[in-house]
């Protein structure tokens, strides 16, 4: 809860990026910049949150505003949750630890990576009472998924998310790394099975995706783990239904930051048509883009329940290791108070799809 006056700070996440460009070597930023192809999808995921404009509300009480609510049942202080990334050794040397700290310092939820350069139990022994989710993919050679799905549980993370949109990756990806190379050896400690020795050579299985994924899988893996299953990935409400149907414990609108297929629809278009489409059966997460307070107000008047940063907190990561992850999700909380206020809506639930339109709509003739 906060009392009015909001701090008003202002705050350039764009900084933060040029200042990570500035301390990442060109090869290492690109990767975690680029988006597939041309970024075409990468950047129509910035823009189409400036698309809805706001419908503010006026004369509501706003003296003081709240932004906590809960995911899966879990207390948040704020509802914008960290979004998987992998290997994020190449942004600050511990990585994951460091992103782990911050996540919990925010107290929002943090999303481990399968391709995450330590393993998770490493990274819920440095912020044991953070929430984690630990996101993986089926691999074709299933056992490593299922020994992950089981470690994770074991580790005290509290739901697995299954990426989805990952079924073309194994026909090929169209530009991403830019001439990146990882720097030898890098270890992938979650895809390990037990017993097998932290340099066992695992680069080949990273993108190894199993092509054959379905619904019945959402099952599979909530059986293993004894988890709910947030599915990521969805573009359409006819498969985010589908996935509910399969037992999902919620669905995440997400085209992977334009990173998988580039031409696809951005997240703020898809938004809405999921969340009706699911109508309150499971709660429904976004992200791609989001870059401010206004972005999160927007995506929850379109029906989010939370969204989630990528890149992002890469770069509070590059800038300055936990403290800079600190600050960008300060920075989100703040602007989204502020936001909140402006519209009228002193709590999360007041963010209602009234208070946002179409940016283009035409004038009403006078
Ligand atoms: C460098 C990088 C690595 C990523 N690795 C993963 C991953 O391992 N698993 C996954 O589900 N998503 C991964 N993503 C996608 C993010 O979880 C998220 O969907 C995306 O970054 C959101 O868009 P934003 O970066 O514009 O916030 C990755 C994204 C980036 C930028």
């Known amino acids: 809860?906060?009392?009015?006056?909001?701090?008003?700070?202002?705050?350039?996440?764009?900084?933060?990026?040029?200042?990570?460009?500035?301390?990442l070597d060109p090869a290492t930023f690109a990767y975690l910049a680029n988006g597939s192809g041309s970024n075409t999808t990468r950047d129509a995921n910035r823009s189409a949150w400036d698309a809805w404009a706001l419908r503010p509300h006026v004369l509501r009480d706003v003296s003081r505003i709240d932004t906590a609510t809960t995911v899966l049942g879990a207390p948040v202080d704020l509802p914008v949750l960290v979004a998987p990334?992998?290997?994020?050794?190449?942004?600050?040397?511990d990585g994951e630890l460091a992103m782990a700290r911050a996540t919990a310092a925010a107290r929002t939820v943090l999303v481990t990576s399968m391709a995450a350069s330590y393993s998770v139990e490493e990274v819920a022994a440095v912020a044991p009472d953070g929430t984690r989710w630990a996101q993986l993919y089926l691999l074709r050679d299933a056992g490593r998924t299922r020994?992950?799905?089981?470690?994770?549980?074991?580790a005290g993370y509290a739901a697995i998310v299954l990426t989805v949109d990952g079924a073309a990756v194994p026909y090929g990806r169209r530009r991403?790394?830019?001439?990146l190379t990882l720097a030898q050896p890098f270890s992938f400690p979650n895809m390990l099975l037990p017993g097998e020795p932290l340099d066992t050579p695992l680069t080949s299985l990273v993108n190894d995706f199993d092509p054959a994924t379905t619904g019945a899988d959402i099952e599979r893996l909530a059986s293993w783990s004894g988890l709910p299953v947030v599915v990521k990935g969805v573009l359409r409400g006819d498969d985010a239904l589908h996935a509910v149907d399969h037992g999902a414990a919620a669905v995440v609108v997400s085209n992977h930051g334009g990173r998988?297929?580039?031409?696809?629809?951005?997240?703020?278009?898809a938004l809405a048509e999921v969340a009706d489409a699911v109508a309150g059966r499971v709660e429904v997460y976004v992200d791609g883009g989001i870059r401010a307070g206004i972005d999160v107000a927007r995506a929850l008047a379109l029906g989010a329940r939370a969204v989630l940063v990528g890149r992002p907190t890469l770069w509070g990561?590059?800038?300055?290791?936990?403290?800079?992850?600190?600050?960008?999700?300060?920075?989100?909380?703040?602007?989204?108070?502020?936001?909140?206020?402006?519209c009228g809506a002193p709590t999360l639930a007041d963010l209602s799809r009234d208070l946002v339109e179409p940016a283009t709509r035409e004038h009403p003739r006078p």
């Open 147 to 154: 020994a992950l799905a089981e470690r994770a549980r074991d």
């Open 317 to 342: 990561l590059a800038v300055d290791g936990t403290p800079g992850v600190v600050a960008v999700l300060d920075a989100l909380r703040e602007e989204l108070v502020r936001v909140m206020a402006f």
């Open 260 to 269: 998988t297929h580039d031409g696809c629809v951005a997240t703020a278009v």
């Open 85 to 93: 990334t992998a290997m994020q050794r190449m942004a600050w040397t």
């Open 176 to 179: 991403l790394a830019d001439g």
């Open 1 to 23: 809860m906060t009392d009015a006056p909001p701090p008003s700070l202002p705050f350039d996440l764009d900084g933060f990026e040029r200042s990570a460009a500035l301390n």
